[in-house]
């Protein structure tokens, strides 16, 4: 079983739309968790960490759900910038992190 | 902003070629890390390394692999023997501790 699964996408929509997408994981153990950023070709760059009340950072929205092991990402007022690979990401009980294999947001004129 | 440095930016090899990335990570960071990504799949851990030796490695961190801090700045990730299946991006990260991890821009090996 995946450590950490994410819908693949890709979400196609236009500027302006919210677009929202989850993640889960397997291991109840998490400690931490994280919405990386990543263009093509390029390195996964921190977007926000996801905190157990829910945060928000500008336009974009992260809840963590413990219960049912997922977390998920919103987006609001999306622009054409924000087109990337979101990669939800996981840290269990060491350093090392757990990276889902991302969903593709594309965000159209 | 301080930034994970990598060299090179792209390396190409032939197989069976040993090769070392370089990278230099952040100046107060304690916590150093190699990731590879293969093209279209998602980034894997390779190894931690903390207090001058490994703290943890994947599965795919074999006999092949190894990781070397030769002095206060630089972090070297080794491969012995490339294999075609070695091609991938390596990303080299640093952090702290638990939070704030940065990653370099990776240097892109392509075995041939």
């Known amino acids: 079983r995946k450590e950490v699964e994410q819908d693949p996408g890709p979400f196609n929509v236009p500027e302006g739309a919210t677009v929202a997408f989850n993640c889960t994981y397997s291991?109840?153990?998490?400690?931490?968790f994280f919405w990386y950023r990543q263009d093509c070709r390029k390195e996964p760059k921190l977007l926000m960490s996801?905190?157990?009340s829910g945060n928000e950072d500008g336009r974009f929205t992260a809840q963590l759900n413990r219960a049912s092991q997922y977390i998920s990402l919103l987006i609001r007022d999306s622009k054409l910038s924000d087109s990337a690979t979101y990669l939800c990401?996981?840290?269990?009980?060491?350093?090392?992190?757990?990276f889902g294999a991302g969903t593709t947001v594309t965000v159209r004129a | 902003e301080p930034e994970v440095t990598q060299t090179p930016s792209h390396q190409v090899t032939q197989m069976g070629q040993e090769v070392i990335l370089r990278c230099v990570p952040i100046?107060?960071?304690?916590?150093f890390y190699w990731y590879r990504q293969i093209l279209g799949q998602k980034v894997e851990f390779l190894v931690s390394?903390?207090?001058?030796?490994?703290?943890?490695k994947s599965e795919i961190f074999d006999d092949q692999f190894s990781v070397e801090r030769p002095d206060g700045s630089n972090f070297t990730l080794k491969i012995r023997s490339t294999k075609l299946e070695d091609s991938a991006m390596y990303f080299c990260?640093?952090?702290?501790?638990?939070?704030?991890?940065?990653f370099g821009s990776g240097t892109r090996l392509t075995v041939v």
């Open positions: 100046s107060n960071h304690l916590y």
């Open positions: 996801v905190y157990s």
């Open positions: 990401v996981v840290k269990f009980d060491d350093y090392k992190l757990s």
């Open positions: 291991n109840s153990a998490s400690q931490s």
């Open positions: 990260a640093s952090s702290v501790g638990d939070e704030g991890y940065t």
């Open positions: 390394f903390y207090n001058n030796e490994i703290s943890e």
